[in-house]
């Protein structure tokens, strides 16, 4: 399901998003593999690109079928022009995680950055209403001025209603980038 936030939502995301980051923190790390706890992210670090922040987890199926088209979309689009992001939302003692993170980022060969957000607090931020991430896979389209365009629970479907996660995110991220 595919749904346009109302200005309210936007803010309410922003403002939370901003609260969890400082200016003191380290900058961006946009190399491929895992980059550790979320609150070393920040969101502004990515300002003049689209975006795509994908919500997942390790136990999710639907997830597992999703992030071949992330790798794909990673692979088609220059980095200066698009962000991917993983962000993780598996809990558990930090030591496992990181190490099943690991694991699975091989795994898939995955080639954005993932980060760990088990106690959802960066998370919260797009699912306000919920206070938590209440679907995964959630993916979330962020244009160039940091605006949500769309958000996606669950896989991605074409107007079909097909699953098609390359093809929709795909069209989405062109459009952006076309309208820039």
Same mark, same amino acid.
């Given at each position: 399901?595919?749904? *346009?936030?109302?200005?309210?939502?936007?803010?309410?995301?922003? /403002?939370?998003?901003?609260?969890?980051?400082?200016?003191?923190?380290?900058?961006?790390?946009?190399?491929?593999?895992?980059?550790?706890?979320?609150? %070393?992210?920040?969101?502004?670090?990515?300002?003049? *690109?689209?975006?795509?922040?994908?919500?997942?987890?390790?136990?999710?199926?639907?997830?597992?079928?999703?992030?071949?088209?992330?790798?794909?979309?990673?692979?088609?689009?220059?980095?200066?022009?698009?962000?991917?992001?993983?962000?993780?939302?598996?809990?558990? *003692?930090?030591? #496992?995680?990181?190490?099943?993170?690991? /694991?699975?980022?091989?795994?898939?060969?995955?080639?954005?950055?993932?980060? /760990?957000?088990?106690?959802?607090?960066?998370?919260?931020?797009?699912?306000?209403?919920?206070?938590?991430?209440?679907?995964?896979?959630?993916?979330?389209?962020?244009?160039?001025?940091?605006?949500?365009?769309?958000?996606?629970?669950?896989?991605?479907?074409?107007?079909?209603?097909?699953?098609?996660?390359? %093809?929709?995110?795909?069209? #989405?991220?062109?459009? /952006?980038?076309?309208?820039?």
């Amino acid at each position: 399901m595919n749904r *346009r936030h109302s200005p309210i939502v936007i803010l309410c995301a922003l /403002l939370l998003g901003a609260n969890a980051c400082d200016s003191s923190r380290a900058a961006q790390d946009p190399a491929p593999g895992y980059r550790g706890s979320i609150d %070393g992210f920040d969101l502004s670090a990515y300002q003049g *690109r689209v975006m795509v922040l994908n919500f997942w987890a390790t136990w999710c199926g639907p997830c597992h079928d999703e992030i071949p088209h992330l790798v794909r979309l990673r692979e088609d689009f220059p980095e200066e022009d698009l962000a991917i992001i993983g962000i993780s939302v598996d809990r558990g *003692r930090s030591s #496992q995680i990181d190490a099943m993170l690991k /694991l699975f980022i091989d795994h898939f060969g995955i080639n954005y950055p993932i980060y /760990l957000d088990g106690e959802q607090k960066f998370s919260a931020a797009y699912d306000p209403a919920a206070g938590y991430m209440r679907f995964v896979p959630t993916t979330v389209i962020i244009d160039q001025q940091g605006q949500i365009y769309d958000t996606h629970f669950g896989l991605s479907r074409n107007a079909a209603g097909k699953v098609d996660p390359y %093809g929709v995110l795909g069209a #989405q991220v062109q459009k /952006l980038l076309d309208g820039a």
